[in-house]
């Protein structure tokens, strides 16, 4: 019999309860100005503690960007899993994989793209970028998934059309060309490039 997760210390959940203030200060003041308009200083403030201690959790804006954004990410994509289950067709049920992180992507335009940024040219052994990696880890063998479900290609060959699938959604969303578009426009233009791809 599994014996139960013993409770955490007073040091721990102190810790944790900071971590909480911060991100959800963060959060709020990134979705309301955007990450180039809020300092360090303001989330400190917000959440309650020292400029000193912020930077315990974290280094610098962008990696606050990441540890709000990563959380999102990941509730995006367990909301694309569920509704690419129900898709009967390999297109379909990768479109319906992708449009929830689009949607998250493009609550605020600014952060995604800065977020998309961070992910590719951040310090890969800092937590929060590792984290955002692993999350798109997880993103690209969800693709592959569907690819092996629908399309009957191997492991191999659906690891390989997962990371051109996935290239495909986060050079769009990070373009310049799309910066004004639609969820809807982006989900189309990822259709369209995505279909030319996969095999038939």
């Known amino acids: 019999m599994p014996m139960p997760d ?6 721990e959940r102190n810790k944790q309860a900071k971590l909480e203030r911060i991100t959800a200060a963060a959060g709020e003041l990134f979705a309301r100005h955007g990450i ?34 990563n959380s999102h990410y990941a509730t995006a994509l367990e909301r694309g899993r569920a509704a690419a289950a129900h898709q009967d067709e390999a297109l379909q049920a990768l479109l319906a994989l992708l449009t929830p992180i689009i949607e998250c992507n493009r609550v605020h335009v600014g952060n995604g793209r800065t977020y998309l940024r ?21 993103t690209g063998e969800a693709i592959a998934g569907i690819l ?29 060309e799309y910066a004004d578009s639609s969820v809807e426009d982006i989900v189309g233009a990822i259709r369209s490039q995505v279909q030319a791809v996969l095999p038939h």
Do not use: C
Request: net charge negative.
């Open 148 to 176: 092996i479900e629908h399309l009957g290609v191997t492991t191999e060959d659906a690891a390989k059309y997962a990371r051109v699938a996935s290239a495909i959604m986060f050079l769009t969303m990070a373009s310049s």
């Open 36 to 69: 180039d308009e809020v300092t360090t200083h303001q989330i400190a403030e917000a959440a309650d503690i020292g400029t000193g201690t912020l930077f315990l959790y974290a280094r610098n804006k962008a990696e606050l960007l990441l540890l709000v954004q």
């Open 6 to 11: 013993a409770p955490l210390g007073r040091r």
């Open 118 to 138: 961070e992910m590719v040219f951040g310090d890969p052994a800092e937590p929060h970028h590792a984290q955002a990696l692993a999350i798109s880890g997880r």
